[in-house]
């Protein structure tokens, strides 16, 4: 069965159990780097991706679930020369140690975002909640989170 | 090709420091690597500053064993303290030769020149380091006494320079090891034996038995399966097959022997053997304990905790023409590269590490233990091959922080002087051999104790008579250093106990410090930190506090010393805490930190400030919050759930105090502010409420137990032994059941005629109509689910249907003539549907419909055997059944059908419409819902009457009633249904699952009409609502409350491992459940099987997309998914009685789960 779907704007066609991990296609069959393994239960939110514009957990969502759908990845958001306004602003507030859950972070902020144009700094942590890091980044990621609502806004203008 | 090298003889040899090439690019290589605090960068600036470069002119090599010096293992933050040393020579070096080369150039003296930005200014004019190497090829050996520039000079060192990483880390274009990918590689998934995170004792590698390839043979994907001793692993062309795979395989392993009481940590540490090492004994401790005003003896301890990294460990390797690259996420290439040699038997020089940054380590996780995997597959297959570990084995076999157990004696002089202290402190942890070394036997298992429990372990007070001894001991689990090693514990003991001391002196804990302190440095940092952290000066715990809350202060300091004893110093750090403490609840939340910190000189000083926050999240977590729990064999905690991490909501407001010292030496960053946490936090709550607290981690219970003058509740009960992976259910025979058919079974035959066997039908005899019509009759029964085995070819049987009375099997449906349908006659096939009897004249037992499949019409009836006919045939023997007896004698199913069964057609009923007569002809017929929601008497049958589709059990997981009369909060209406059956979601009611899932797969076949007829009967058979039910909303609102505001160690796990999908915040996620858990049939039945298989088996996607549910089956323990429905039942449906035996039920259903 052929599945097709859009990842980061271009068209693609699987023909792969519809019940394979999205993560692993994401990962394996388009080599991309952003969407990260860490615990395949949807509890760290490492692989977290868009999907028609809403975050989502990669590692708990099956191909077939996202057939016909648009997935963006944190390749799709911007390049390290042109950065999307969210990764700005977690580049320039330095939110990552090991980088590891920054995909997570950036795509969740992205997401609430899209929603949300201007959540507080408490609206912010509650969206990041199920998002884990080890490093205790908690501080300079909010910080991001909420430069990131600045040049969102910026940007919108 | 280069034009400028440094170099030094190494420990093998030549090792290059320090390159720039021809076009003047700047690269220096070090020995240590990133771990993700971000030392790349600050290792850059250190170049660039000897150099006069803008630091992102530098590129850094790290951890190579091919390219950069062997420096040792990048442990104790000794980077920039140590390894960096020699690579600022190098750089200062590399100036100097650049500055002669272009005093010659300009002919001008070198002291004339000027260097700035890569561009050497002279009298003459000017040229970077491209025009200056012209032509060059200078090899200089390293001058350790090169020139360095002095703080004064500086430019680039001491100020934040943007971490060079991070634009690539986000957005996707930064390769970690995850990320490395050969062409032609291969997916390794291991199989790791049962004594999960354990290695010592004559088990270890020994514990395979038996390895059944033939039980995955059929998989796709399947490349090799590889076997060494205790070391088994799949190989397969796709990462997801490789998994599939390796959870197929049947493997047979024995079983180690019991683990020692670890949740009871001071008493099994004090059992384990030691050797007793005198770190100083000065004075007389004993003499002065003795005359002391005041004695105080106390046990501190910290249990075993996680590195936790969030990536779980991966590696890919590849063997080649005798050569081995392994591309590694390891904190030591070097120590790595020799632990591999020993394991393939090979030359170091024919290995190489190539070190890619991995998720953060915080000291040894898996990272190199997934090497030694990677590496034996690529040897055994030939191609690269690439390991990724699942979070589950990463959780159970990474060499946890150790647990430790500090006893102490201590007295106050008759001057109130801090006059004796006897400390002693147990540390069973070694350095994590690779655990491939381990299973594959090529290192003995014998337990080997390290001695690293020191660190930190000398007081940094004044005290006469002094003495301090560690206890080495061999870890009891995998154990190793996680950051700030064994001075965290030490620490906190040494840090409570002067507390403790200040409190019986009547003295100010903080002037009390002061009045021990020799060091004008450290007193300054103490006083600073007191100062600007607000500190109230007390003579004892102040007892503040408003309602339920409790408020308190609590101050601590260390010198963090790392490396071999007497130990190196680091930063030093204090810690100002403050915290709010729920009396009722014992919830500890830190609401206020500030940290100071005398780090030297500070390379990077955005580096150190994040350094430090990073050290107060992590350490507020291991504090108040995590311990690795264990059950009778192994390491118990395989998810998030078990294991729950400090969130964003836990956060204090931080504040940090850098004391500038330039001109001072740097000092590591990388744990310091870590080492204060857990005692300052201890000190705050005793401010707070009087209670100390001697014990990690600083739970609600814990801190509710200690308020109530209780004994101390350990982390979690012990769970009992873990069944999880080995167990068998016992079968329970309903022998009296079986007895009472036996009664009537010698009155019938056993047998029916035999219908000859026929030729196949033609090809072509039937319409294209008629085939579509049989397949619409084919889905609504959904003869695929049960005639097609798990993992098994479609439709050719095989499957096994457990049954009260045993295990039957499924038989090949395609028309093969030898083992399916192709030599049955129509007639032969209508009477097995509609009379339970085979072509050959033997009874079927009625896990087999036909007791609904009686009411197929003629005209579907044939339509449906037409389309079994028009399938291709495959050939497959069905294993024979195993029935109990009299059940097992089929002439005994002659005479349960002379009780049970009518063998009538579906009659329309008059008073109904057409609608509802389609409806109940496809419910009652085809469909054969009562088969599994109508409760089955004693003998197997379906009860009739008020019972008729009352709900049912299969397969362990209930089906709900289809009456009207289930459990559940919103009644089912006819929408409902319809959204149900067509989408396999309703908004009100949830998603299909379990056994229900693939028959709404089967359902998309039918038409809008039919499935509309299903919900219009099946909605009519509800009785009149007895009260108006509450709104969805209402429903909903007070659901998500109670699960917010829920503070016991259950509503923690749920949060953790399930908060994400099922309990919405200001994000809704595309992947999270859609419907509210309360409105689930599941936490509202009778019994909690349903919403067990649920947790174990998860849900899976409906047809029309969107989220499908993990089986949480491989991570969360019998107990802990008992806890989660346990708590769901009384948060979500609190008016009904609490499910007991939960534990013994989740066993039951994993033991059955398919």
Known sequence: ?157 | MTALTIWRTGKAGPETLLEIDPAGTVTGFNGHVDLGTGIRTALGQIVAEELDLPPARVRMVLGDTARTPDQGPTIASETIQFAAVPLRAAAAQARAILLALAAARFGCPPGALTLRDGVVTGGAGTADFAALLANQSIRAELDPAARVKTPAEYRTVGRSSPRVDLPGKATGTWTYVHDVRLPGMLHGHVLRPPYAGRDSGPFIGHSLLAVDEASVAHLPGLVAIVRIRDFLAVVAEREGQARTIAEALKVRWALPPELPDLGNIAGTLRDLPATKRMLTDRGDVEAALSRAKVQLARSYSWPWQMHGSIGPSCAVARFEGGRLEIWSGTQNPHMLRGDIARLMEMPEEAIDIHRHEAAGCYGRNCADDVCGDAALLARAVGRPVRVQLTREQEHLWEPKGAAQLMDVRGGLGEDGRFDAYDFETRYPSNRGPNLALLLTGAIAPSPQPSDMGDRTAIPPYRIENLRVAVHDMAPIVRASWFRGVSALPNTFAHESFIDELAAEAGEDPVAFRLRHIDDARTAELIRRTAEEGGWQPRSGPRLHGEGDFAFGQGFAYATYVHGTFPGVAAAQAAWMAEVAVNRRTGEVSLTKVLVGQDSGLMINPDGVRHQLHGNVVQSLSRTLTEAVTFDAISVADQDWGAYPLARFEDLPEVRSVLIERPEEPPLGVGESASVPSAAAIANAIFDATGVRMRELPFTPERVRAALAGAPMPRALAAPPPRRRRFARMAATLAAGIAGGLMAGAVAFPALRAEIPRSAPPAAGLWSAETLARGRQVFAAGDCAACHTAEGGVPLTGGRAIETPFGTVHSTNLTPDPETGLGAWSYPAFARAMREGISRDGHHLYPAFPYTAFARITEDDMQALYAYIQSLPPVRAEVPPGRMIAPVNLRGTMAAWNALFHTATPFTPDPAQGAVWNRGAYLVEGAGHCASCHSPRNALGAERTGAAHLAGGTVGGWTAPALNGTGPGPLAWTEADLYDYLRDGRSNRHGAAAGPMAPVIAALAELPDSDIRAMATYLASLAPAPAAPEPTAETLAATAQEALETATDPAARLFTAACGSCHMPGPLRLASAATVPLAFSSTVHAERPDGLIHAILEGVPATPGGGASMPGFAPALSDARIAEIAGFLRRTLAPGKAEWTGLTETVARARATRH
């Open chain 1, 1 to 157: 069965m052929t599945i097709r779907l859009a990842v980061n704007g271009q068209d693609h066609a699987f023909d792969l159990p519809p019940q394979t991990s999205l993560l692993e296609v994401l990962r394996n069959d388009l080599g991309l780097n952003g969407p990260k393994y860490g615990c395949g239960y949807g509890e760290c939110g490492a692989c977290s991706v868009l999907v028609d514009g809403q975050a989502a957990r990669a590692c708990v969502m099956t191909l077939g679930a996202v057939a016909g759908r648009q997935v963006t990845t944190l390749e799709g958001l911007g390049t390290p020369e042109a950065p999307h306004p969210v990764q700005r602003a977690f580049i320039e507030e330095e939110g990552a140690q090991c980088g590891y859950c920054l995909n997570g972070m950036i795509v969740t902020v992205t997401a609430l975002l899209r929603d949300t144009p201007a959540p507080d700094r408490a609206t912010l942590a509650r969206a990041l909640r199920h998002n884990l890091c080890r490093c205790g980044t908690h501080l300079e990621i909010l910080r991001a989170a909420e430069r990131a609502v600045t040049l969102m806004a910026e940007a919108r203008k």
